[in-house]
C-alpha cells in the first residue's frame, strides 16, 4: 500500500491551498481516509476524516467552516481543501488510510509521507 500526499506549499495568511493523496495497493472505496497534521513540538493531529461506510465526513474544531475532505473513489485519491488559512495551519500534513469504519484517534493503518505546508503572516 502507497499513500502519496501531494499540493503542499509556501502561502500568505488568507490564500487556498488543496492537498491530494493519491493511494495504490488497496481498495480505496473501503477505507476511511484521514488528514492529519503535525507542527514543529506538538503532537499529530487529526483534521478530517472522510468515512467509507457512512459516507460522512468529521472535521477537527480548527478545521471545520475553512476545510473540506473530499474523495474520488473511481480516482483512489481523497483531497483536502483548504481555505482561509492562518499562521497556526502550518504543519507537515500526512494521508491515511484505515479500513476500519471509524478508527480511533490516529490509529490507521496506513500512512503516507506527509507534505509540507507553510502559511506566512
Do not use: H
Amino acid at each position: 500500500v502507497q499513500l502519496q500526499a501531494s499540493g503542499g506549499g509556501l502561502v500568505q495568511t488568507g490564500d487556498s491551498l488543496r492537498l491530494s493523496c493519491l493511494a495504490s495497493g488497496l481498495r480505496f472505496s473501503l477505507y476511511t481516509m484521514g488528514w492529519f497534521r503535525q507542527a514543529p513540538g506538538r503532537e499529530r493531529e487529526l483534521v478530517a476524516t472522510s468515512f467509507y461506510r457512512t459516507r460522512t465526513t468529521y472535521y477537527s474544531n480548527s478545521a471545520k467552516g475553512r476545510f473540506t475532505i473530499s474523495r474520488d473513489n473511481a480516482k483512489n485519491t481523497v483531497f483536502l481543501q483548504m481555505d482561509s488559512l492562518r499562521p497556526e495551519d502550518t504543519a507537515i500534513y500526512y494521508c491515511a488510510a484505515d479500513p476500519r469504519a471509524r478508527p480511533l484517534g490516529s490509529d490507521y493503518e496506513y500512512w503516507g509521507q506527509g507534505t509540507q505546508v507553510t502559511v506566512s503572516s
